[in-house]
């Protein structure tokens, strides 16, 4: 059970959300009694998403103390090299276009001497 | 009236009456008649040249506008050319890149290895090495293509669409023509046209295909040498291998054309699905099945291209189609554009899911081809607009259909797209956005049946 409330919490906290029902699901959660999660679906939803917030809370604190320790973000180097990738293409674009152009540029200067 | 006005008027008026005979002069209806004018209109374009087989070329991949015959029909034209002479392309090379081509390439063929109506292919050999936007670099004696357009094309097509123009205006005024909107169409062709007309943009697309594919081991797209390469003029590679139009059981033996053919249906489904543009013209001519069992896209000239948002819809269309459910089908259309009547959408969706069950799940081999064309001309019945998207795809799946049995003759390319399908729709329903949409509700659900 815990390791599925991490998950979400982690997704939760990847793609945080502004959503209402969501707040409004948590705030209820809190407010719930001991017990309370056995009389009904929306009762244990509401309950779940409090449990997700709270661990969500956990999870942030522990990847700003990671942050604070100076160890990288694995997923960083990933997305560098892919947007290093498309850079690089685009660049191979432009010499490709410069290229064409000297060639023009070549033939108006080669009718010039003629 | 300039004479070319007054040949292209006679020309027209001929296979008009021609058309209007063959079709009983309207007492036949539908499908027949239909086929009528698309035949007649076709042998009108190769009559009247260059302009208008490109001009026809083009409406071959518009079945928004004009009818599934007519689209057809249009699809045979042919470029029956004469080659431009030898002297003349060197003439152009060298007027477009500085120097004679014994110059600028260490050898040049003159006799040309492919003619059309707007240019002409040559084959070459690289004097240097040559670094490629993507891929690895081609050594000095690489093979090369050299395609050069045609000297005058421009001013011909220019003056021709000037005249077309007229005609377009005049046709508008009838009844009927209105809804074809034949002055705008025109516009639209002319800058397509343009664009074509300059090689440049080619061979960007070229690129960019080249980089969607770079890791996939089968499919092959001519790397361009910019070097050699200017508005009039494009270079690149030279592939070796058998156009499908020549591949014979001989050619076959020699490939796995079951692995290839499915790939080849694979790869179109991820240009519209995942990179989001494709070759929208795609034919037996423009593609190429190397001796090493590759498949090698050629003339980039017309792409189209997908929204992220379009891809989802695209891609629960054809769930939808390939698992034969009409109501879906139709649901995500309506995403993409197509706006089915209240009144009429119980009727379509009978028709669609009829059409399903005789050319799709019914037979032992799926007819894209013929559920598509039922399916446009059921549209086409009801009086529905295609929107030139939809339209444009559905026509490059029919094609891509095509292609695949081209190069295996029995391959059914709706068993072939269950796999990519189901994937596709996984990995969207798995996207956060999609997640964020439905888990909620669906905890909910499954919780309800759980504690109930």
């Known amino acids: 059970m815990q390791d599925l409330v991490r998950m979400l919490a982690a997704w939760a906290l990847v793609h945080e959300s502004a959503d209402e029902g969501w707040k409004a699901a948590v705030t209820r959660g809190r407010k719930l009694e001991p017990g309370a999660l056995e009389e009904g679906p929306e009762a244990f939803v509401d309950g779940l998403a409090a449990l997700v917030a709270e661990e969500k809370e956990r999870l942030k604190q522990e990847i700003a103390n990671v942050g604070a320790e100076g160890q990288q973000d694995i997923t960083r180097p990933a997305e560098l090299g892919q947007k290093l990738d498309a850079v690089a293409f685009e660049l191979a674009e432009l010499r490709g276009r410069l290229e064409s152009l000297q060639a023009s540029v070549d033939a108006i200067a080669a009718r010039g001497e003629d | ?452």
């Open chain 2, 1 to 452: 009236m300039s004479a070319r006005g007054r040949a292209i008027a006679a020309v027209a008026l001929r296979r008009f009456l021609r058309a209007a005979w063959q079709a009983r002069f309207g007492l036949r209806r539908g499908h027949a008649r239909r086929q009528a004018f698309g035949r007649q209109l076709r042998l009108a374009c190769e009559e009247l040249g260059p302009a208008f087989i490109k001009l026809g070329q083009l409406a071959s991949v518009r079945p928004d506008v004009f009818a599934p015959e007519t689209v057809f029909e249009l699809e045979r034209l042919q470029d029956r050319v004469p080659e431009v002479p030898g002297a003349e392309i060197e003439a152009i090379l060298a007027a477009e890149l500085g120097a004679a081509p014994e110059k600028i390439f260490s050898a040049f063929e003159s006799q040309p290895t492919a003619t059309a109506s707007i240019a002409q292919v040559h084959q070459a050999t690289l004097a240097e090495d040559y670094r490629p936007v993507s891929g690895a670099v081609l050594p000095r004696g690489s093979r090369l293509a050299v395609k050069i357009i045609r000297p005058g094309i421009e001013t011909f097509i220019a003056e021709d669409l000037a005249l077309a123009r007229r005609w377009a205006r005049r046709l508008a005024r009838l009844p009927g023509m209105a809804r074809l909107r034949p002055e705008s169409l025109l516009e639209e062709f002319r800058d397509t046209l343009a664009s074509e007309l300059d090689l440049r943009n080619e061979g960007r697309v070229a690129d960019r295909f080249a980089r969607d594919f770079a890791d996939d081991p089968l499919v092959v797209v001519p790397r361009v040498v910019w070097r050699h390469t200017t508005r009039r003029v494009l270079t690149t590679e030279f592939v070796e291998g058998w156009r499908l139009n020549d591949l014979g059981e001989a050619e076959r033996a020699g490939i796995d054309a079951r692995r290839l053919a499915a790939h080849g249906a694979e790869v179109f489904m991820q240009q519209v699905l995942v990179h989001g543009r494709y070759h929208a013209d795609l034919h037996p001519a423009n593609l190429f099945v190397t001796p090493d069992s590759r498949i090698c896209y050629l003339d980039f000239g017309i792409v189209g291209r997908t929204t992220p948002a379009e891809r989802i819809a695209i891609a629960q269309v054809l769930a939808a189609t390939v698992y034969g459910d009409a109501e879906r089908a139709l649901h995500y259309s309506r995403e993409l554009g197509l706006e089915v009547p209240e009144d009429k959408a119980p009727a379509v969706r009978a028709r669609v899911a009829d059409l399903m069950k005789t050319h799709l799940a019914g037979r032992e081999q799926a007819d894209v081809r013929g559920f598509a064309l039922g399916f446009l001309s059921m549209l086409a019945d009801f009086r529905i607009p295609i929107p030139e998207g939809y339209g444009l795809l559905i026509k490059a799946l029919i094609t891509v259909e095509g292609v695949a049995r081209a190069i295996y003759p029995d391959i059914d390319i709706i068993q072939s797209a269950k796999p990519f399908a189901t994937h596709l729709i996984a990995a969207q329903l798995a996207r956060p956005e999609r997640l964020r949409e439905r888990v909620p509700a669906a905890l909910k659900a499954a919780l309800r049946e759980l504690l109930a």
